[in-house]
């Protein structure tokens, strides 16, 4: 996951070579996702 990038186009948002830049801590990792306006 860490590192990886995501790209995600919905209806009301869209998200472009996302890149988590950190290891979620717990075991199993559950998603993580960020909102936010561009």
Same mark, same amino acid.
């Given at each position: 996951m860490e590192g990886?990038?995501?790209t995600f186009n919905g209806k009301? %948002? =869209?998200v472009r070579d996302?890149?988590?830049l950190f #290891? #979620?801590?717990q %075991? #199993? =990792?559950p998603p993580l996702y960020f909102?936010?306006?561009v």
């Open positions: 990886e990038t995501v009301h %948002q =869209r996302a890149k988590l #290891p #979620p801590l %075991q #199993p =990792r909102g936010g306006l």
